[in-house]
């Protein structure tokens, strides 16, 4: 039954002319799903990485720190439609400081890089069929983007969402577009090798590039990183941060116990016994950003010796056919993480990075606090933090849905002053109101506070 459920699924991905090195990364992973692997790595195989050079501490000559960025691309992972977020349409098309989205600032970080070290530094986007149109639209408003005659987007695969009953392809007649899902953000290799943008880079002379979220505005071009990563030698590597108590559901590394090998776990790949462990920051102390470097080449010679197949971990994610439907048919949706790579390179190393380049917006709060005195955008439009940012909690009822949100937050917040700010039920907030130390605020009814009101911790 399942052999039949994968040659229809194959069959469905032909016909959406999806690419070949896809089509063979699907059959990989449905194989294994279907001899019952799931990806989990179990605790007493790993052990806690330790040694992590620090960034900040590494001396890097600035005349190759500019060559090394002058053979580097910036791609973006744009396929994000914030549907977590009430969004119906690309996330990074969100307005998040001085009128500007997450493209803008993306791009306008690339530009002042250019202008700075005097480098072509292309910016190359990886869209998904939903946010690719849009997105493009936005992009024409800075023609000077393009060089090289290289692309400025690659569009990412699609794969069939499975029947989690019999691993057949699932139908959705209701709406069809429901039947596919995205394989994970693993899918940027075999998608760059599809698509042809590998190959352009590399015979455009191009040797490193630098990975990262479209919704991360620290991951801005920097050629020190650059420089680092050119002078070690690797041929992949991780940017990481320590681990706070707020970071405890982000995948971590660690370090394998039978070859000493550095390797990513995710959340979806440890087994229940052991989630007080990967939850324990003091025990596994890095994560990762989801800031990656790559030598091109040695992807490229990855990818042929695998046939397009990198051969990552295996991420095997239960949803239902229709996210917002938990009534909807149970699905499987086989997923990699691109971090999880650095257990392919024989050549792979991690660098500690500040926490200034690790600012990803995933829920409103997190968005409170971007829009918010925090930070502001220098003239490069570098996200710099005024004050380390608070703790902060909305309540989901009222604030998880950016229309919501935006009701109830008209106008920034004042939030340098604060430690933590939670919020429990309908409260809207006037201009200028600042929140200074630890503030709580519950409301059994509607409630507004007024403009410039202050409110302080135990007042």
Partial sequence: MAENGLQAAIAKMQQAEIGASAIESFTFYYRQLQDGKVG???????????????????????????????????????GGLGTSMGLDGPKSLLHVRDGLTFLDISVRQVLAARKQYDVKLPIIFMHSFATRKPCLDALSEYPELTVDGLPIDFEQSSEPKLDADDLSPVSWPADPSLEWCPPGHGDIYPSL???????Q??????????????????????????????????????EVCRRTSNDRKGGHLAVRRSDQHIILRESAQTH??????????????MFNSNN??????????????RHGV??????????????????????????????AAIEIFKKSTVVEIDRDRFVPVKKTNELLILRSDCYNLDDSYHLVANAKAPKVDLDPD???LIQDFDARFPKPLHLSRASALSVKGDVSFGENVEIIGDVKI???????IPDKEVIEENR
Avoid at 292 to 305: G, I, P, S, V, Y
């Fill in 310 to 339: 990198l051969g990552l971990p295996l991420i095997k994610n239960t949803k239902t056919v229709d996210p917002t439907d938990p009534s909807s048919p149970k699905v499987i949706q086989i997923e990699t993480a691109m971090g």
């Fill in 398 to 400: 009222y604030y998880q």
């Fill in 442 to 448: 519950e409301a059994p009814k509607p409630t507004k």
């Fill in 40 to 78: 989990t790595i179990r605790e007493e195989d790993i052990e806690p990485l330790t040694g992590v050079p620090v960034l900040r501490d590494i001396e890097v000559d600035e005349a190759a720190a500019k060559d090394a960025l002058a053979k580097t691309v910036i791609i973006k992972l744009n």
């Fill in 201 to 238: 880079l590399i015979e455009g002379g191009y040797r490193y590039a630098a990975v990262s979220n479209v919704d991360n505005l620290g991951a801005r071009p920097d050629a020190r990183l650059a420089g680092w990563f050119a002078s070690s030698g690797a041929e992949f590597a991780c």
């Fill in 193 to 199: 090798r599809d698509s042809g943008v590998l190959d």
């Fill in 272 to 285: 229940e016994e052991d989630l007080q462990y990967f939850s324990d920051e003091n025990r596994h102390a």
């Fill in 292 to 305: 990656l470097w790559l030598d091109l080449a040695a992807l490229r010679e990855r990818l042929n010796e």
